[in-house]
């Protein structure tokens, strides 16, 4: 009941001070006014001091920050505003502050003094005392105690997802170049996979091949396209591994064309090897069956081309092909894979 | 040396039968300066009754070469050039009124013949495209209620410019599956050249004689499908198709994201026989993979569908051809 008094009684006051002031005509005044009077604990209110003075006087304002008793606080100052007057000659200046209390109950924004420079000298009008009233929050007791609120979500902004959406763009390219490398190098692998040669002489692995075709009398049990077949596979073989001529791919011309333009200039294994393949070639293909004689001849044949052309090293490290001496005391049989 | 009875006899009618072959080459020889494979095509499309698509620049003999063929072999020759506002009737003929007789009457058109030449088949649009091929693989032609077979030989050689794309209608992929072979022919050798200049500076130019009937042939095409392929040849051909639709299963995994769709079993069809043609013309009585190999682009050159990766990479269906030749084993 005394504070409503005491309340009312400010007001009155402060009514009959500006009625006062503008009875006297000063031209410096000063308004100190909030959005309301009576707010929650916490809330946050604007309060206005619009400075009435001449155009061209000059008014200091008080330091806010210093000014407020211990019940309010600043929360922030804006730049001050300049508005028209409805007198010429006359602006308002505006510093607006947000404020707000934690202390409950009556409190009071004190008096600022704002100065001013006249002729005569220095002189200073003085805000008006704001009263405000702080409510805490109604606890309803009727009600059961809850339990402590979490934090409150705050919206997420762009600038806060900028750097993690930039870092999922660097690793979805990083994921995509690697990806794309991977592919560009799969894509520029050779065109088939090459069966990797036998780690011998080539003529080591004819002879051995050829005894073991002799062996098996493959064309004396009728087997005579099969027999002319492995023969072929064994000297495409050996031809592959001796010269590095992809014979396994090619025709029988396409074979022979090649091996013109080898290192290959023994015309008698040439044409023993052209007998051979074109022989075959009517075996497997023209359902031809040579006589038994022609079967192993053929065989012969292919030994023959095998010794005139394995490859061998004479002891002075000049190299050479075709037959050697059989007691090789000087004669160094060289594996292909060393020369290739 | 003991031969089995079946291809002795086969080689020895080979020989009789294909010795018209040795004069038709005399005789394109004459006028036709080099294009050997040019040649050559014709005869396979010609022995193993399979259409034949040439691409090539302006200028290199395609349609001299066609009208010489039919001039050698006694047939009748029409060359109908593909245009925009080409119709239908126009090739395969129409219903026409006769006042005097008071009916309809058959009109038959360009098509009614042994050898015909589709000059830029990619001119004309889908419509005429389709009559042309509808009537290559039927080879019967309804016009009103009648049905007309053609006659026989019946050969169509369309031509097509790779060059000036603008305002063509591409044949579509199922459409140019009909073509037995794709054939590009390239630009003749210098020398070549020199010879080719001087034929047509001359006072006459020269002419082909007609050294060989239709018969010949007809009866050439069945010796043709007698001569003898094997298993091995047979599995080669089929490798080879099988390597445009699955090249991963033959060492090719770089090729597997640059097909759309590989050879057809069309595909191993028209390889197998004009593998057989080619062994023919060579006067053999059987297939040698030399054979498979030097059909093999012609047939499938055009029933490879590449990939906008591939297009992106520059990979041509020649491409993918050579190197599944180079990747397979020859039997």
């Given amino acids: 009941m005394v504070k409503r008094g005491t309340l009312g009684s400010v007001i009155f006051l402060m009514f009959l001070l500006a009625f006062i002031g503008q009875l006297r005509g000063q031209p410096y005044s000063v308004r100190a006014t909030v959005d309301t009077n009576r707010i929650q604990i916490g809330d946050q209110i604007h309060l206005d001091y619009t400075v009435n003075q001449p155009e061209t006087a000059r008014v200091a304002f008080p330091s806010m920050e210093q000014r407020f008793s211990q019940d309010i606080e600043l929360i922030r100052a804006y730049p001050r505003d300049t508005l028209e007057s409805k007198s010429s000659g006359m602006i308002r200046v505006r510093q607006r502050l947000l404020i707000t209390s934690f202390d409950s109950g009556a409190v009071e924004i004190p008096s600022m003094a704002f100065k001013y420079r006249h002729q005569q000298g220095v002189d200073s009008i003085v805000s008006p005392p704001v009263s405000l009233f702080v409510e805490t929050v109604r606890v309803d007791t009727t009600r059961s105690i809850f339990g402590i609120k979490g934090p409150l979500g705050a919206p997420l902004s762009f600038a806060e997802l900028l750097p993690y959406l930039l870092a999922a763009l660097a690793l979805a390219g990083l994921i995509w170049a690697g990806i794309y490398l991977w592919k560009r190098r799969k894509k520029h692998q050779p065109a088939a996979e090459t069966p990797s040669k036998p780690d011998e002489p080539a003529h080591v692995y004819a002879f051995r091949e050829l005894d073991r075709l002799k062996e098996q009398r493959l064309w004396q049990n009728g087997q005579v396209k099969l027999y002319y077949t492995r023969l072929t596979e064994i000297l495409r073989t050996y031809l592959w591994m001796r010269y590095d001529i992809k014979t396994l791919e090619r025709t029988t011309d396409e074979i022979l064309l090649s091996l013109q333009n080898s290192e290959l200039n023994d015309q008698q294994a040439y044409d023993q090897l052209s007998t051979i393949l074109k022989t075959a070639d009517l075996v497997k293909f023209a359902r031809m069956e040579p006589a038994p004689g022609e079967n192993e001849s053929h065989l012969e044949s292919a030994y023959a081309f095998v010794r005139a052309t394995r490859y061998v090293e004479q002891a002075g490290g000049q190299e050479t092909e075709g037959d050697q001496p059989e007691n090789g005391e000087n004669v160094n049989v060289k594996s292909e894979q060393q020369t290739q | ?331």
């Fill in chain 2, 1 to 331: 040396m003991n031969q089995t009875v079946n291809v002795q006899e086969l080689n020895e009618r080979i020989r009789n039968e294909s010795s018209f072959v040795d004069m038709i080459n005399m005789e394109m020889d004459k006028v036709i300066v080099g294009q050997k494979h040019l040649v050559e095509s014709l005869l396979v499309g010609l022995l193993s009754d399979g259409h034949v698509l040439l691409e090539g620049v302006p200028g290199l003999a395609k349609t001299l070469a066609i009208s010489t063929l039919s001039g050698i072999v006694d047939a009748r020759f029409n060359r109908i050039q593909f245009t925009p506002d080409l119709l239908p009737a126009d090739l395969l003929g129409t219903m026409i009124y006769s006042q005097q007789k008071e009916q309809f009457m058959v009109k038959k058109g360009p098509i009614f013949t042994n050898f015909v030449l589709a000059d830029e088949i990619n001119r004309s649009p889908a419509k005429v495209q389709s009559a042309l091929l509808e009537a290559m693989q039927e080879r019967q032609i309804t016009i009103g209620e009648e049905t007309f077979k053609l006659d026989q030989p019946f050969l169509v050689l369309a031509t097509q410019n790779p060059i000036e794309q603008e305002g063509t209608y591409p044949l579509p992929e199922a459409q140019v599956d009909r073509f037995m072979l794709k054939v590009v022919i390239d630009y003749p050798q210098l020398e070549e050249e020199k010879l080719i200049v001087r034929q047509n500076l001359a006072k006459e130019f020269p002419t082909a004689n007609q050294v060989v009937q239709p018969d010949d042939i007809i009866r050439a095409r069945g010796v043709v499908k007698e001569v003898y392929i094997d298993e091995k040849i047979e599995r080669y051909i089929l490798d080879i198709v099988f390597a445009t639709r699955y090249p991963q299963h033959y060492g090719l995994d770089h090729f597997q994201g640059m097909i759309n769709y590989g050879g057809s079993p069309r595909a191993s069809i028209n390889l197998a026989l004009a593998a057989k043609a080619y062994a023919f013309i060579k006067r053999r009585g059987y297939v040698i993979p030399e054979d498979v190999r030097a059909v093999c682009h012609d047939v499938l050159r055009h029933r490879i569908g590449l990939s906008y990766e591939a297009e992106a990479e520059n990979v041509t269906s020649e491409d993918i051809v050579t190197q599944i030749l180079n990747a397979i084993e020859v039997p």
